[in-house]
């Protein structure tokens, strides 16, 4: 019972948004300003109420087209967002009056072990300034460390093992 509704706006961007029906059909719309990343992860859940509904999405850099994202998406049942690193104090405070938490990844993406040790003075600075930013509010408790980058070589032991204390020394 999905049901698949695409929009296009003058921009070509696909509206896309989650609603349920009282009858149990899902929905999907996009508000004007909403602008996913990578992809929309959506788990609606009627045998699966605990799991949450989570999607990617790039911060406008304007608060008020921010703002409106994160009401549509409190509107449609979105409980985890994974973006960027927030520097904008009202998406803070908007995703906490929401209950939305918010996971953000430092950009660092797709690297092999080796580049990794090199961006670690990059990846700590950039982390501490987020945790600093970060640190009075409950939505933002979630980072992502390297997206896409290789973890099984046993050189990349060092980049996580900083960055993991900086954060447990926060």
Avoid: K
Wanted: glycine share 6%.
């Amino acid at each position: 019972a999905w049901r698949r509704r695409g929009v296009r706006d003058d921009a070509s961007r696909t509206r896309l948004s989650v609603s349920a029906s009282a009858e149990g059909d899902v929905v999907f719309r996009m508000p004007r300003f909403l602008v996913f990343a990578f992809a929309l992860v959506t788990v609606l859940a009627q045998a699966q109420p605990s799991v949450p509904v989570g999607v990617v999405w790039t911060v406008p850099e304007d608060s008020a087209p921010a703002l409106a994202d994160l009401a549509a998406m409190q509107e449609a049942g979105v409980r985890v967002v994974r973006t960027g690193l927030v520097e904008n104090e009202a998406v803070f405070v908007a995703a906490d009056r929401r209950g939305i938490a918010l996971y953000q990844d430092l950009p660092v993406v797709n690297l092999p072990a080796a580049r990794l040790r090199d961006t670690l003075q990059y990846a700590s600075r950039a982390l501490q300034d987020a945790l600093a930013r970060s640190q009075r509010y409950r939505s933002a408790r979630h980072f992502g460390l390297a997206m896409g980058s290789d973890t099984s070589d046993p050189a990349a032991c060092g980049y996580f093992e900083r960055l993991h204390r900086l954060v447990s020394e926060n």
